[in-house]
């Protein structure tokens, strides 16, 4: 579990470094953007991209079982995002991208801590 949580960091990081991609600051205020807007739109691809390469990862290491369970829905993963956002502040300055790791780790990766 360690190893992949490194590793999805890693990538995320590397990725934000180069790409720009938000703060948890950021994130946040688009993910309480009202329903339709494009911030809201960026916050939905954004917190399902991140599920979705966390999966892929796993994947990729040869890890069998997927972290994000098959229902999960966007919305279920944004209001996740939120409420870590929320209950995290001093993070919210980091990148957006290893938050949303963290907080979907925590929620539903097996071997969790």
Not at 9 to 35: D, H, I, P, W
């Amino acid at each position: 579990m360690r190893r992949f949580l490194l590793v999805a960091a890693m990538v995320v990081a590397t990725s934000s470094a180069q790409a720009g991609f938000y703060t948890g600051n950021e994130m946040l205020e688009m993910c309480e953007a009202k329903r339709g807007t494009v911030d809201r739109a960026i916050c939905n691809g954004f917190i399902t991209g991140v599920a979705d390469s966390m999966d892929a990862i796993r994947a990729w290491l040869g890890i069998k079982r997927q972290c994000v369970p098959g229902r999960v829905t966007t919305g279920q993963l944004v209001d996740l995002l939120k409420d870590y956002l929320e209950k995290h502040p001093a993070v919210r300055h980091d990148d957006a991208g290893a938050i949303a790791v963290l907080a979907i780790s925590e929620a539903f990766c097996p071997g969790k801590q």
